[in-house]
DNA sequence: CTCTTGATCTTCT
DNA sequence: GAAGATCAAGAGC
């Protein structure tokens, strides 16, 4: 059969400093839509994020510090990785400045670099299942409590600028039972690699 | 397609 | 003891 044209890896942006963080978590939430994230140089475009603030129960700061939490407590351009229903890691960014406790969840990506080592780590051809999901990306960038408290612009990891204008919606956040209508869910509108599609 | 369930860590009651 | 910022597999329609 003839060999099918691998789609061009889009040409990456400038690289984010970790000052990027430092703002409202609603401001930088919407803005990390079109972002290009890599560990260890695997990764592609978050086309999906939720904000959480401390000031709103949904948020695992909004009790104060605990072990897992502390990060979120800490200053902006920070990793924050926990476990999610015992099984699964989840990552985030922590935002504003220290003590604010604000963070943003990355929920979704588009595979563009190193879709390889993602297949092999999610045991899984279909590059739209790959990272649709914040439990699904970690796996396949091989994020785990290891890379908790790593900042956010030094190896292993690296974000890198949009290279070109996206569309940006907002909707309800997924999967939580607290706050439940804040619309703090942000992602490009009508992608294939969202956990969920937004609604009409 | 939708619905149900099991996996089992961290925090809260 | 119960719930949770999840996912995959299996049953049923």
Redesign the pocket.
């Known amino acids: 059969m003839a060999p099918k044209a691998n789609p061009p890896t889009p040409r990456l942006g400038k690289p984010l400093k970790r000052g990027f963080f430092a703002r409202s978590v609603h401001e930088v939430a919407p803005d990390l839509i079109g972002v290009t994230m890599l560990v260890d140089g695997v990764g592609g475009i978050i086309v999906e994020v939720?904000a959480?603030h401390h000031t709103e129960p949904?948020?695992?700061?909004y009790?104060?510090p605990?072990?897992?939490?502390q990060v979120?407590f800490g200053p902006p351009g920070f990793a924050?990785v926990?476990?999610?229903?015992?099984?699964?890691w989840?990552v985030?960014f922590v935002c504003e400045e220290a003590g604010s406790a604000s963070?943003v969840?990355i929920?979704a990506l588009e595979p563009t670099h190193g879709i390889a080592a993602m297949r092999r780590r999610?045991h899984?051809d279909d590059v739209h299942?790959l990272c649709?999901?914040?439990?699904?990306?970690t796996?396949a960038l091989g994020i785990t409590?290891a890379h908790n408290a790593l900042p956010l612009d030094r190896s292993p990891i690296a974000l890198h600028a949009r290279t070109a204008d996206v569309e940006v919606v907002a909707g309800i956040?997924?999967?939580?039972?607290?706050a439940v209508k804040l619309p703090w869910r942000y992602g490009v509108k009508g992608s294939k690699f969202l956990?969920k599609p937004f609604p009409k």
């Open positions: 939720e959480y949904a948020a695992h700061s009790n104060g605990t072990p897992r939490n979120m924050y926990y476990r999610s229903y015992g099984i699964h989840c985030n963070a969840l929920r999610r899984l299942a649709s999901g914040p439990g699904k990306l796996e409590i956040r997924i999967g939580i039972t607290k956990s």
